[in-house]
């Protein structure tokens, strides 16, 4: 089944101990994002890669870090983080690497709590 | 730089139409509409290109005006299935990402 898959889908942690967020997809897509869902706010870009080796910041990018070092994995990481990184957070991929006319796929989330 | 949606919120008895707009201040390549359910990811809706327009449900379609950098999402005959929340999302014609606008909320009830 053509999917995104996120883990872990809840994580409570504590303020500064590193974490990472794993995002894989099985569709040879070329482009794929962090998101970051709050209240009010709507989706709201964290990083994106248009290729592998190649990424760039989104609109909220302080505090995180990412990675594309194979086509299907895009993992994001919090090297300290704190409560103001508390979100839900969604990882997308797209067949094409613009992705502005191709669909975003979505993983099902992963909700993180930092205390 | 986010685009506006309007309503923020809307309210439909089952059978209802209803209209959702989105805005943006840059010139637009496309714009996207994904639907929300609580609790659960973003889903594809339709694509709306530059030059084109595309119809993805059939109830469910869209316009874009490239003058105005404006999007209209269209629920005909709404049905209980079409409540959630609907995110647009846009593609600057200068850049290579979405940018999703702050969502409206859908309630259709019996």
């Known amino acids: 089944e053509a999917q995104v898959t996120q883990n872990p889908r809840y994580l409570i942690t504590v303020t500064g101990k590193k974490l990472t967020v794993t995002c894989s997809q099985n569709m040879n897509h070329e482009y794929m994002s962090w998101y970051r869902q709050d209240p009010g706010l709507g989706l709201r870009q964290i990083y994106y890669?248009?290729?592998?080796?190649?990424?760039d910041k989104g609109d909220v990018p302080e505090g995180y870090k990412v990675s594309r070092k194979e086509k299907r994995n895009f993992p994001l990481i919090l090297e300290s983080p704190s409560p103001n990184q508390t979100s839900l957070y969604f990882c997308?991929?797209?067949?094409?690497?613009?992705?502005?006319?191709?669909?975003?796929?979505f993983g099902n989330g992963t909700r993180l709590t930092v205390t | 730089q986010q685009p506006v949606q309007s309503p923020q919120a809307v309210i439909l008895r089952e059978g209802e139409d209803a209209v959702i707009n989105c805005s943006s201040s840059k010139a637009l390549y496309s714009v996207h509409w994904y639907r929300q359910k609580h609790g659960e990811a973003p889903v594809f809706l339709m694509i709306l290109l530059k030059g084109g327009e595309q119809k993805g449900h059939e109830k469910i379609s869209a316009s874009f005006n490239e003058k105005k950098q404006q999007s209209s999402l269209y629920l005909t005959a709404s049905q209980l299935s079409y409540s959630g929340t609907y995110f647009c999302?846009?593609?600057?014609?200068?850049?290579?990402?979405?940018?999703f606008g702050e969502g409206t909320q859908l309630t259709v009830n019996p």
């Open positions: 997308a991929s797209s067949l094409y690497s613009g992705a502005l006319n191709s669909p975003l796929h």
């Open positions: 999302g846009s593609g600057e014609t200068s850049g290579s990402r979405l940018t």
């Open positions: 890669s248009m290729n592998v080796e190649v990424t």
